[in-house]
């Protein structure tokens, strides 16, 4: 059985910084690139980030761009995002998410993604 499991989140001032992380366990993690994606109140679910299975390409929404930065520890199943100058706009649900597809590629769409998390709640005061 694969769980996704989130954590991390948290509510910060703005132009604080904070690190997610996501585990994921029942599947061979390094088979699987991984996603972060985040849904406000009221507005689609969006791609945040994404990274291959080797991490060695990654993708980053214009919104983030600069700000944010995906990583992967497949010794320890585990992809991070690390969030700096973090903005009010920021604030919403971030997703983890699986995806078992092609090598030296990633997806920022969700529809792609096979397995996902709970969610871990980020809230950026102004």
């Known amino acids: 059985q694969v769980q996704v499991v989130e954590s991390g989140g948290g509510s910060v001032q703005a132009g604080e910084s904070l690190r997610l992380s996501c585990t994921a366990s029942?599947?061979?993690?390094?088979?699987?690139?991984m996603g972060w994606f985040r849904q406000a109140p009221g507005k689609e679910r969006e791609g945040v980030s994404c990274i291959s299975r080797s991490g060695s390409i990654t993708w980053y929404a214009t919104s983030v761009k600069g700000r944010f930065t995906i990583s992967r520890d497949n010794a320890k199943n585990t992809v991070y995002l690390q969030m700096n100058s973090l903005k009010h706009e920021d604030t919403a649900m971030y997703y983890c998410?699986?995806?078992?597809?092609?090598?030296?590629?990633?997806?920022?769409?969700?529809?792609?993604?096979?397995?996902w998390g709970q969610g871990t709640q980020v809230t950026v005061s102004s």
């Open positions: 998410a699986a995806d078992e597809g092609p090598k030296a590629s990633c997806s920022g769409s969700w529809s792609h993604y096979e397995h």
């Open positions: 029942g599947l061979t993690f390094d088979d699987y690139r």
